[in-house]
């Protein structure tokens, strides 16, 4: 389970962190440039240099590295940044060298490289910037390959990753050599598909604009944005009303290009941003879309020419009809001759532009294995026909071996698009958790509220306050600027129990408000914000390359050639053994010959080596693997990770939520007053009924075992540390056949009316029953009403405590009557994943008090 929010830091995908780094949590670096006070704690003759680490991922990564740099004799401070992949160190240079502190770190098992200039902006290489690129047009492994080196190859770029399975790249570029479009340029050159999707420049937004009707419409949009401060460029496509902008951000802001383009058209156009991932989505969609086409387009096709070769024949009126000559063919030839023409050069074209595209770069790809074992049964096919015509010797055609390849490989091409699709169900999960609107607030010069107003979440700037209800998610990260409430933050901490907010505390966008209303001010938006962060993390682990990955890659790089040499060595050894005797001739086909059998074997060594699973099912593993994992809530680094997993003996679970169910349970009611413990039951579960009933959804559930009656309140708001509180009353025998008569319509005949309710965050309730105020709480709420804890009670808190309980303080009449324990049950699959763990040989542990 992630660690505390409060130490939760993300690696942005466009700017700040190292693109070759998967970042998740991290304790940030201690800036001492920005406090002159500890330099000059640091005694004189000391040194300082800054180490770039590679390979952290956590918050513990960055606690080992430095716990091995404070180990070394001679340092002494020592800091590190995962998100920043540095380490600051002050050491003595009498008595240790930076060569030591370097081999340090390596010994920790992490990469490390001294750094020449102490750097603190925490930025990457000083001018480059991340950009992310859709590539289209990558068939297989060898394509990747050919893209990377040529994106590595240009001048400005520093590096350069692929992924096929989500037709992206990721390229570190600096921006003062060269741009982004000569980055597309270079992509559709080599003959792919390229446009550029983000970058850490955040100077491009993309509108859906409604409204544009008539030709008049679209002048009236170009004039407002030619005139518009700040807007660089501009594309507006009618068809699919996407405008697309680009802005100096130093000069406007996105939502002030919305703004003042619905204003200039006098409300009549209505703008809304689209996503990223949901226009990557739609492309997704369309490639599938498209792929299906091909593929239903070439089986239309193709099962007549099976029909003509297969089926005819053994019916006497279509064999006579296909036996029909027509000019220098028979009629079934003419039929196949044209139908595998349009499936071979224009539902197949695809494949040789592909293949003459990896040819051109030099490489080989499974598009030139199609194209080679196609072309050549169809040209086969075509030189027979010729030939029959020309000399009176008919050989046997096989256009049908053609056409059926090219449908099953459009097939596979299918099927290989809807898993694609489906391996970015975790980024499209991730993207809708957070809000589509927020509520600006909106205030005049002097900071007064004057209004407030629903925006897109994608046009939040920081310093924005904005509003946000009990029960809506928090459109970014930012600080409590106004109210008091609880988070729901499980979505990025795991933790099941919610955070009580205050003024000043950090909020994280995407989690849910519980309670209040609350203000908060913006600091975080767009690829700053925590969830976007995440969102990269997984990103980047679905592109990370496994090293068995890279085995993968070599052997598609020589997979190709491999295959066509040994298709030749297969033609070459039937002919020269056909010609030489080594196998009788009635092995032959009918009115074949040594070349046409020897062609054949040949074809089908091509054929049989076309699909790419190689180079797609590494990947496609990593993506399915750390999607579900997302999913789950487990951020998994990439592919090395999952391949070392089978070396883990260790785990390590945070054990609320995550081994037990996260809903609290009373375990034990314990009376300190001379009370009975059924009044003292019934007086506690009145005060809970009436919390949850003040403005929440309440169920109960009645159940009558052995005598006692079990209340199982569930509530949406939480105001202490339970989810579900189970109260145990003891009802008179005399009382049974009326309970079992009336389960739930008489609820309210034993429970108490409740007054003057209130809740308390982040101690407790507060109500009076009978004119008597009645607390239910921790120690804060009974000390801060000047309720003494006995220390028989205080004893029995710490029990509890110990027990890996917690203890809830009841007081009526200012005086403490007892203690509820609540504990969280186990998940019923828990026992089967720790012994399952056991196995396998992995001890599991959790850091809870026992």
Known sequence: MAPSIRDLQLTQVNGSARSDIDMEDVRLLDSYDESGDNLMRIEEGMSRIQVRVTGMTCAACSNSVEGALRAVNGVVKASVALLQNKADVFYDPNLVKEEDIKNAIEDAGFEAEILTEPSTSGQKPLGT?????????????????????????????????????????????????????????????????????????????????????????????????????????FRFDRISGELEVLFDPEVVHSRSIVEGIEAGSLG???????????????????????????????????????????????????????????????????????????????????FYIAAGRALRNGSTNMDV????????????????????????????????????????????????????GKTSDAIKKLVELAPATALLVVKDKGGKFIDEREIDALLIQPGDTLKVLPGAKLPADGIVVWGTSYVNESMVTGEAIPVPKETDSSVIGGTINL????????????????????????????????????????????????????????????????????????????????????????ISVVVIACPCALGLATPTAVMVATGVGANNGVLIKGGDALERAQKVRYVIFDKTGTLTQGKATVTTAKVFSGMDRGEFLTLVAS??????????????????????????????????????????????????????????????????????????????????????????????????SGITIPTHAESYLVELEESAQTGILVACDDNLIGVLGVADPLKRESAVVVEGLMKMGVRPGHGDRR
């Open 129 to 233: 910037l991340m950009g992310q690129f859709t590539i289209g047009g990558m068939t297989c492994a060898a394509c990747v390959n050919s893209v990377e080196g040529i994106l590595r190859d240009l001048p400005g770029v520093k590096k350069a990753a692929v992924a096929l399975a989500t037709s992206l790249g990721e390229v570190e570029y600096d921006p003062t050599v060269i741009s982004k479009e000569d980055i597309v340029n270079a992509i559709e050159v080599a003959g792919f598909e390229g446009s550029f999707v983000q970058s850490s420049e955040q100077d491009k937004i993309v509108l859906r604009v409604t409204g544009v009707l008539i030709e008049l419409d679209v002048h009236i949009l170009e004039g407002i944005l030619v005139n518009f401060k700040g807007v660089r460029q």
């Open 369 to 420: 294995l199609v194209a080679l074992g196609t072309s050549a049964s169809y040209f086969y096919s075509v030189g027979a026909l010729l030939y029959g015509a020309l000399t009176g010797f008919w050989s046997p055609t096989y256009f049908e071996t053609s056409s059926m390849l090219i449908t099953f490989v459009l097939l596979g091409k299918y099927l290989e698009s809807l898993a694609k």
């Open 515 to 602: 309670h209040g209303a609350l203000h908060i001010k913006a600091t975080k938006v767009g690829s700053d914000a925590v969830l976007s962060q995440i969102i990269s993390l997984v990103e980047t682990a679905q592109m990370s390359k496994a090293p068995i990955q890279k085995f993968a890659d070599f052997v598609a790089s020589i997979f190709v050639p491999t295959v066509v040499a040994l298709s030749l060595l297969t033609f070459f050894g039937w002919y020269i053994g056909g010609v030489a005797g080594a196998y009788p001739e009635t092995w032959l086909p009918e009115n074949g010959n040594y070349f046409v059998f020897a062609l054949m074997f040949s």
């Open 687 to 784: 005060a809970e009924v009436t919390s949850a009933t003040e403005g929440c959804q309440q169920k109960v559930i009645f159940l009558l075992p052995f005598n006692r009656l079990a209340v199982n309140i569930h509530w949406q708001e939480q105001y202490w540390s339970m989810h579900a509180i189970f109260i145990f009353l003891k009802i008179p025998l005399q009382q049974q056949n009326t309970q079992n008569q009336g389960r739930v319509s008489n609820v309210s005949g034993w429970l108490l009316d409740a007054t003057e309710f209130s809740a308390l965050p982040g101690r407790g309730i507060q109500c009076f029953i009978e004119g008597k105020r009645v607390l239910v709480g921790n120690r804060k709420l009974l000390t801060a």
């Open 268 to 350: 009549k156009f209505k703008l809304h941003v689209m996503n990223p991932y949901a226009r990557m989505t739609s492309r997704d969609v369309e490639e599938t879309s498209h792929m299906f086409q091909l593929f239903t387009s070439s089986l239309f096709l193709s099962i007549p020419v099976f029909l003509i070769q297969v089926i005819c024949p053994h019916i006497p009126l279509l064999d006579a009809l296909i036996l029909w000559r027509c000019g220098p063919f028979l009629m079934g030839d003419w039929l196949k001759w044209v139908l595998v023409s349009v499936v071979q050069f224009v539902i197949g074209k695809r």
